[in-house]
């Protein structure tokens, strides 16, 4: 950035901070949250949640649904959604069939998933834009699609779900078909 300077013009630098998530690489979660974690109840790189926990950060809930979303774990998935999306989106084999569904079917099995924005946007509220390739769209080639996840830590009220960040919605921005 060039500012005034006397007689002349002078380089100031600035800094801009790119993105941060502020939680650390390895999620310490309590033994009873599932599946995972050894003796020390530790979330290695690599491995993801079954059930929600407290200790989840926002960007771990969507690596775990991520993950479940590769391996078609329709009950995981489900396991991360808030009791308002479940509401609407439930029981577990309408939640299935939804996923199937021509919007969603690229997130089943899909070839990669690449965090695009992450955005904490209030202490309790974060929205998190992730770009999808998928050869899983019924048509004769894979398609790249951009989904944004908006996830919600649950308050006091909401009984053993307390204090866990869970996803509110699920949306599809915008899908393109990939060169062959």
Do not use: K
Not at 8 to 35: D, I, K, L
């Amino acid at each position: 950035m060039l500012s005034p300077h006397y007689r002349s013009a002078r380089v100031e630098y600035v800094w801009q901070m790119a993105s941060v998530t502020g939680e650390a690489a390895a999620h310490p979660v309590a033994a009873e949250s599932g599946g995972f974690g050894g003796a020390e109840g530790i979330l290695e790189p690599g491995e993801h949640a079954t059930r929600p926990h407290p200790s989840l950060p926002p960007e771990a809930v969507v690596e775990a649904q991520l993950a479940a979303l590769l391996a078609e774990d329709a009950a995981t998935v489900f396991a991360f959604a808030s009791p308002g999306n479940q509401a609407v989106t439930g029981p577990l084999e309408r939640f299935s069939t939804l996923l199937r569904n021509p919007m969603y079917r690229p997130l089943l099995r899909h070839r990669r998933s690449t965090p695009y924005r992450r955005t904490m946007l209030t202490s309790d509220s974060y929205s998190e834009v992730v770009q999808i390739v998928s050869d899983n769209t019924g048509m004769p080639q894979a398609i790249e699609a951009v989904y944004s996840w908006e996830l919600e830590r649950q308050g006091p009220g909401a009984g053993p779900l307390a204090g866990c960040w869970l996803t509110n919605s699920v949306r599809l921005l915008d899908a393109r078909p990939l060169a062959s």
